[in-house]
DNA sequence: TTGTAATATGGAACCGGTTCCATTTGCAGA
DNA sequence: TCTGCAAATGGAACCGGTTCCATATTACAA
């Protein structure tokens, strides 16, 4: 393989010489430059990455941490994030988290600067000792879909469940539904979680804006899965004047709800309209009405942060909220009249 | 960050000594290893991996090709790459093929020994140039899901998809169906995809041997994903005389049928047996029948054998063909009288 | 005690880039 | 033609490892 000496040996100049024509320096005439192209071409050259970045004293490299990459919504992220490095100089390196252990393993390893220039964390709440770890050394991260409180001027890409839930119901709305329930997490659980909560906040925020009265016995609220959003669904249809509509919190709940509209004769849309959250790959198979996030724009958006966090590492923590978007698919239609 | 030389420094030895003892050379006697080990200890002493890569003259970096990776077989083949890597001191970079343009941008780019050690392909059909930069460049290279003929003497992993084909539809056909039909990807695309085609060859084979009328009204092609399949499906389901089993080419093309059969009122399994091709994972959820082929053993299997070439470049090609078995869930039975 | 072979150790040279300083070249103006 | 300054250029030093050769040390036999 020729080297940087070869070709300044080809093309009659100093090796500083091609080194400038490289990286497109402007202290080089036009008739030099060209001579140094013309070897370039000649001897079929590439210049070595692994000797550019010992001496620039950069890896190049970025990591991505990603627990359980096969999921749907981590490989759009990742590809997402994949789109950005591909137009960069950057390599890409995805670690899959399955276990503790290797998350340990992980975070341990990504925290030292001639690992790499940078690391992406996706859905994975860091220890403190972690974050303590990467700001010790300096190592710039960003957290993707990690919404966890404690994780505090760390540069993140999270999205704004508030806005979520108001869309949701605001679809509702705009079909013509009057009486919309709700069905979500404990307001107050030991897990900090934050999701289910906010994306009430955004179905009471809806209600309001359009003038419509917000009813507590439309609202219920109980431990996260499938039996107890079918439990409570079914007390809300027993109702004199029953919602015409639920949004449920996720997507899980709202499976729940449909299964309590069948065992309640409602039929879904005509009866029910039923909208999820979070678009899980079986929401599409069963054409449930959901919230989608931007799973692509978190991983370009969160890659393009922290190139630019490379760039100039004095740069002041960001947090991007990205919004989401109602999916219509067959859960939903006017009320009947 | 501390360097080899300030570890020599510290524990009053060599930098060569240093060296040897990182790399585990026999040559070191126990009290100065021990010395040695003890500064690397106390100055947080962590190799600078670049700067050995520079010194070997090795990459330590494998590279995957992979068209449109966010397919869930395609996924699981990385996920079991990464599985390898991991165990490895080798570093996986990944790279995401959607369009000609990026596809040949690859292949050129990763000709060069400078850039990695060694490259897998994924379900990439190779055209002979690009066989011949690899081959030129000396560059270790290892096909999984690569059924292609123009890929003679090169190291593969394969799934031999006609017998698969084959068994799907036998499958069907012991089960007493008489008219079945096939969805798959389009006969020539501009990627020229072999699995679907071969797929359908299998399916021919299988009809032929049993005696079995081949109707063009029962095959349809289109472009690959839930929706085309659906479409497609949809057509079939008009015909006077309609297929009582449907094998498609891969499973997010069964649950398009499967849609498909739902909005034109077939019972599954009743009225419509359905197999798909893959076993993805959502496949077992709503036990669809298919054909699950060793996707994470056939990452692993490919890497291990890149690895095995990279150690030792004279090394003769291997072709390993993986088993395939067909998983009888719940959408295929015999046809109603 | 000494000689010698085996083992341990130090460090220069090297991998292939970038950077920066010293030197050369080019060109305008006198 | 000469002077002087800016631009262009050459190449040593450096990045942080590995390798290998020359030298130092050790261990054992005579």
Redesign the interface.
Known sequence: ?ATIRDVAKWAGVGLGTVSRVLNGSPHVREATRQRVLDAIEALNY??????R??SLGK?L?IAAVVPF??R?SA??R??GI??VI?ESEY??????IETPE?REACLRNLA????VDGVLILSLPLDSAAILRFQRAQMPIVLIDVNHPSTPELSRVVVDDVAGGRMATQHLIDLGHQRIGFIGDPVNDAFPFTSSRDRYKGYRQALRAAGLKVRPEFERHGEHGRDTARELAAEMFTLDERPTAVFAASDMQALGVLEAAREAGLRVPEDLSVIGYDDI??A??LGLTTVRQLLFESGDCGVRLLLEYIEDPEKAPECHTLPSEVVVRRTTAPPAR
């Open positions: 393989m590439s210049p070595n990455p692994i000797a970045r010992l890896t490299t990459f096969t749907p490989v759009e990742l590809r994949e789109s591909a390599d890409l390196i995805v670690f899959n290797r030292r600067r001639e690992r790959e079986i599409k198979y």
